[in-house]
C-alpha cells in the first residue's frame, strides 16, 4: 500500500516499485489523499489566477490518476478525496475541507478502515518532512503513522527519499534541460543539498529499471500538469537511464531482514 498526498505522486516515488511488484503478481493498493484541486487547469492556469477551477481541476486529475494506474498495473485505487491544500503557506492551507487542516485522527481513521481491509504486508508514503516540506505530504505522514497504531497491523514500513549523490545532479540536469533557467539562488542551492539522505543512510534500493517505460508512461498520463513534471522533459530513454532505482528507508519491520535490501518484500517472500 502506498499513501501519496496528490494524483501523480504515486509515479514520481514509487512508480517503478508499484510497476514491479504489480508484475511480480502482487497486490499493490494506492490510497491518494487530496483531489489535487490545486494543481494547473487547462492551458497551464495556476491556482489564483482568473479562470482557475478547483472543481474541475480535480476532475481532471482524477481521469488522469485512473489513467496512470492503468499504466502500472495497479491493482486498487482509492482516493481520500481531501481539498488539496496547496503549498506551505498558500490560503488554500486553512481553507475549509483542505487535508492539512483536517484532524489527524479523522483522517487516520478511514485510513486505518483501508489497511484493515486490505491487510498490506509493506507500506510506503513519505518521511515526517514530506521529503520536501509540503503540507500534504508531511499529513499523510501523520496520518499514515497514526492509522497503524489504530489499525494493530505490523506491516513493513518505509519513507520515500533520495540519494544525497543524485541531488547535485538533479540541478545540473534541471539547468541543462531549462536553458531559460537562473542561475540558482544560493539559499535554493542549499536547500536542495537537504533534500533526502546522505547514501549511507538509505536502508533499500529497489532497482526498476526495467520498468522505467511505465513510470515515465504514469508520469505522461499526467498531463495538464505537465509543465511542472521536470522529467518529461528528459525523454523516455533518459528517463530510464537516471531514473531505474528508488531508493527507501526502512522505518518499521518484524521481519529481521538484514539491511541495506534491495527488495520492499525482504524477509516476507
Not at 136 to 159: C, F, M
Not at 168 to 180: N, Y
Not at 215 to 224: I, Q, R
Request: aromatic fraction near 8%; hydrophobic fraction near 40%.
Amino acid at each position: 500500500m502506498a499513501v501519496h498526498a496528490h494524483p501523480d505522486d504515486e509515479a514520481t516515488g514509487t512508480g517503478g516499485v508499484l510497476a514491479r511488484y504489480a508484475a511480480e503478481g502482487i497486490r499493490t493498493v494506492l490510497v491518494t489523499c487530496t483531489d489535487g484541486g490545486c494543481g494547473d487547469g487547462p492551458g497551464g492556469t495556476k491556482p489564483g489566477d482568473p479562470g482557475h477551477d478547483p472543481a474541475a481541476v480535480a476532475r481532471m486529475r482524477r481521469q488522469e490518476l485512473e489513467a496512470s494506474c492503468e499504466v502500472l498495473k495497479i491493482s486498487d485505487l482509492e482516493t481520500l478525496d481531501y481539498a488539496d491544500s496547496g503549498m506551505m503557506g498558500w490560503p488554500d492551507n486553512d481553507a475549509p475541507g483542505s487535508f492539512w487542516r483536517t484532524p489527524v485522527p479523522e483522517a487516520a481513521a478511514r485510513l486505518a478502515e483501508l489497511m484493515e481491509r486490505y491487510r498490506p504486508d509493506v507500506v510506503v508514503t513519505y518521511d515526517e518532512n514530506g521529503f520536501y516540506g509540503h503540507p500534504d505530504h508531511i499529513q499523510a505522514n501523520r496520518i499514515t503513522t497514526a492509522a497503524l497504531e489504530l489499525s494493530g497491523l505490523t506491516p513493513k514500513v518505509y519513507w520515500t527519499t533520495a540519494p544525497r549523490s543524485a541531488m547535485q545532479r538533479f540541478g545540473e540536469l534541471m539547468r541543462e534541460f531549462g536553458e531559460d533557467m537562473p542561475e540558482p539562488d544560493p539559499a535554493e542551492t542549499a536547500a536542495m543539498a537537504e533534500i533526502g539522505l546522505p547514501d549511507e543512510e538509505i536502508t533499500t534500493w529497489v532497482d526498476t529499471t526495467a520498468f522505467s517505460g511505465q513510470k515515465f508512461d504514469a508520469l505522461a498520463a499526467h498531463a495538464s500538469q505537465g509543465e511542472n513534471i521536470f522529467f518529461l522533459k528528459m525523454g523516455k530513454e533518459r528517463f530510464g537511464e537516471l531514473m531505474g532505482m528508488e531508493a527507501f528507508v526502512r522505518v518499521r519491520d518484524t521481519t529481521g531482514a538484514a539491511l541495506p535490501e534491495n527488495d520492499l518484500f525482504a524477509g516476507l517472500r
